[in-house]
C-alpha cells in the first residue's frame, strides 16, 4: 500500500479555516484597540523571526506557547482532530517541514492587523465580523476561495523563506538560530506539499 501523504486535501481546507480565524483576530483586536501607531510598532517587531504573539500580548512570546495557543484553539472547532494529528507530527519547532505552519499563523494574523490600517473605513465591521474566508481590502469585504489561499499562503513562505535566510546568515555563529529559525528546504516542502494536495483529487 502506498504512503499516505501528510498533507492532505482535508488538511489543507482545515489549515486555511485556522489562518482565517486568525486573520479575522488580527482585524478584531486592531478594531478594538484602535491606536494605528501601536499596530504599526507590533507589526514592525512581530514581523521578525522568531517574535510571536497578539496585539493583545504584553510582551513577545515563544514559538512553543504560539504553538499550544494554536492547538488550543483548534480543540475548539471540528478541525481539532486532523490538525491535532498534525501539530502531533510536528513535534519540537524547526525539526521539520510541518513547522512552516507556525511563523505562517503570525503572518495572517498580522496581515489582518496590517489590513484593517491600511483600509481604515472600507468596510464594515459589524458585516466582516459574521463572514468566514474573506479579507478587509481597500475596495471592501473580499472573498477568497482555498485556490486563491493556497497561492496567498505559497507566497507567503518565500518571503518567510527569505526572512530566515537572512536571520540565519546573520546569526551564523549562534548554534542556537537553527533552533528559531526555519531552513529554506522546510518552505520549499510546505510550498509543496500544500500545492500537491490542494490539486489532488479526494477518492
Known amino acids: 500500500m502506498a504512503t499516505q501523504p501528510i498533507v492532505t486535501k482535508n488538511?489543507?481546507?482545515?489549515m486555511i479555516s485556522l489562518l482565517d480565524t486568525l486573520y479575522h483576530w488580527g482585524v478584531r483586536d486592531s478594531h478594538a484597540l484602535c491606536d494605528?501607531?501601536?499596530a504599526r510598532?507590533?507589526?514592525e517587531s512581530h514581523s521578525e523571526t522568531n517574535v510571536y504573539g497578539f496585539l493583545t500580548d504584553d510582551c513577545p512570546i515563544s514559538a512553543l506557547e504560539w504553538q499550544l495557543r494554536l492547538i488550543q484553539q483548534a480543540?475548539?472547532?471540528?478541525?481539532?482532530?486532523s490538525m491535532y494529528q498534525y501539530f502531533n507530527r510536528m513535534g519540537r519547532f524547526?525539526?521539520?517541514?510541518l513547522s512552516v505552519f507556525i511563523p505562517l499563523a503570525q503572518r495572517w494574523y498580522n496581515r489582518g492587523v496590517q489590513d484593517y490600517y491600511d483600509n481604515q473605513g472600507a468596510a464594515d465591521y459589524a458585516v466582516f465580523e459574521d463572514s468566514k474566508r474573506s479579507f478587509w481590502s481597500e475596495r471592501g469585504l473580499r472573498k477568497y476561495n482555498n485556490r486563491e489561499a493556497v497561492e496567498t499562503i505559497q507566497l507567503d513562505?518565500?518571503?518567510?523563506q527569505r526572512r530566515d535566510a537572512a536571520y540565519l546568515e546573520a546569526h551564523a555563529d549562534d548554534y542556537k538560530s537553527r533552533k528559531v529559525a526555519l531552513r529554506e528546504q522546510h518552505y520549499m516542502w510546505f510550498i509543496r506539499s500544500v500545492g500537491l494536495a490542494l490539486a489532488k483529487k479526494e477518492n
Not at 11 to 14: A, E, F, K, M
Not at 75 to 81: A, I, P, Y
Not at 157 to 160: N, R
Open 11 to 14: 488538511l489543507v481546507s482545515q
Open 36 to 38: 494605528e501607531g501601536a
Open 41 to 43: 510598532e507590533f507589526l
Open 75 to 81: 480543540r475548539l472547532t471540528s478541525m481539532f482532530g
Open 94 to 97: 524547526s525539526a521539520n517541514y
Open 157 to 160: 513562505c518565500f518571503e518567510l
